[in-house]
């Protein structure tokens, strides 16, 4: 056993792989058995995913969840930035130039209603928790768009280390709403097709969180709801440290 563990551990990431295999297999098991296919095998496999990563911390006392075993090593490495970056590249290249046309002015608004719908929810969270600076609330703001915007907000406008971790951290709570709640409110939606898709992405904007609960609705659907969330991320990074932050500053003060 000793020497399996140790062979685990010297090929990490192959083992992460393994790993995430498994887990997909079972959720499929899962779906198909269980749900009758009601519940797609993928959303079942973020749950999963989300509770293993949770016991993982509190077994570890860390904050990777199962990365923080050194036998699970490798799952910090698939799912670190450099792979994730890498698959929503990648995802581009299965975009028809076609459908993106079609979606026109509407893809266009998608992503500045989504952005500033998100970041007004924020401002007003953080009021309610007591917040009332400019800096603060903007970043907090800027984070409910993505978890992304909201450090780099935090750092144009000069917000507390404090608040920029908040800002992540309603950035992640986003984008793990999305990712379970997409496969169940596609139907009521009209997810099913890639124009809808490009205006879904351009809402939600979490570039993460739209692609993970696209691949649960439909992977076909993936690389369009990602393009535009990804340009989301990008607009917001533009507009929440400057427009959007001067418009709190002008209602709230500095």
């Not at 498994?22 to 993928?42: A, D, F, N």
């Not at 879904?200 to 993936?222: E, F, N, Q």
């Amino acid at each position: 056993m000793d020497a399996i563990i140790s062979v685990l551990e010297k090929n990490g990431l192959v083992t992460a792989f393994a790993v995430i295999g498994i887990l997909m297999y079972v959720s499929y098991v899962i779906s198909k058995k269980l749900t009758r296919g009601r519940v797609h095998g993928s959303a079942i496999a973020i749950i999963l995913g989300l509770v293993l990563a949770y016991f993982g911390g509190i077994t570890t006392g860390g904050d990777k969840g199962l990365a923080d075993l050194s036998i699970f090593a490798g799952i910090g490495i698939m799912g670190g930035a450099m792979l994730r970056d890498l698959a929503i590249i990648a995802t581009a290249f299965g975009v028809h130039l076609e459908e993106v046309k079609k979606a026109g002015l509407s893809g266009i608004l998608s992503l500045f209603v989504g952005i500033a719908s998100s970041f007004l929810i924020g401002v007003l969270i953080a009021l309610a928790f007591g917040y009332t600076d400019a800096a603060s609330l903007a970043t907090i703001g800027a984070g409910t768009t993505t978890y992304i915007v909201g450090p780099v907000t935090g750092a144009a406008v000069g917000a507390s280390s404090e608040v920029i971790a908040l800002s992540i951290a309603a950035g992640l709570i986003k984008a793990i709403l999305i990712m379970i709640a997409t496969p169940f409110i596609a139907k009521y939606i009209g997810l099913n097709n890639p124009r809808s898709a490009i205006v879904y992405g351009g809402l939600m904007g979490s570039t993460s969180g739209v692609a993970g609960g696209l691949a649960a609705t439909d992977p076909k659907l993936v690389p369009y709801g990602a393009m535009t969330a990804t340009f989301y991320t990008g607009l917001g990074c533009l507009l929440a440290p400057s427009i959007l932050f001067l418009a709190v500053r002008a209602v709230f003060g500095a």
